[in-house]
């Protein structure tokens, strides 16, 4: 299926978010649970203030001796992330991620946090590049027999 909008891709995946005061525990129990690599850190009013992947964990919690029981989301979080508006075209979400390399842009609207994209949303469906993906267009390939 073919997406035109980033509310395309998104509109059948619930938003997981976790508190800028959550601890970086808790949030990592959301991320497993919810099979997600990262995600976005909303205030009281459900507005962005932040980002935490898997890598912000890594690099800012478990390498530094900082417990993930006691260590707050907004100590470790990427704070201020880019963002899109729900009506933006996929490939320019794609074209963020490859160029900011990271892997989750938040998408929000009004302020706030509606959902999430991640790189792993545009690998595409067997027999269909990436590009034919992100211009909506299938790949036909041709299957040959055996040469004799």
């Known amino acids: 299926m073919t997406h035109s909008t980033l509310a395309d891709m998104i509109s059948d995946k619930p938003v997981q978010t976790t508190s800028p005061n959550d601890t970086v525990r808790t949030a990592c129990i959301i991320m497993t649970s919810a099979n997600v690599g990262a ?12 980002i935490l992947s898997e890598r912000d964990v890594i690099q800012r919690s ?7 029981a006691s260590t707050l989301v907004k100590q470790v979080m990427t704070p201020n992330p880019q963002f899109l508006a729900p009506d933006a075209k996929p490939n320019e979400a794609y074209m963020i991620m490859s160029k900011g390399k990271f892997r989750h842009l938040p998408v929000c609207e009004d302020d706030k946090c509606i959902g ?9 469906p067997q027999g269909k590049s990436i590009v034919d993906r992100l211009r909506g267009k299938s790949s036909k390939a041709k299957v040959l027999g055996p040469r004799f």
């Open 116 to 124: 999430i994209v991640s790189i792993r949303d545009f690998i595409p």
């Open 62 to 68: 478990i390498i530094v001796y900082r417990p993930s």
């Open 39 to 50: 995600l976005p850190v909303v205030d009281d009013n459900g507005v962005l203030v932040g």
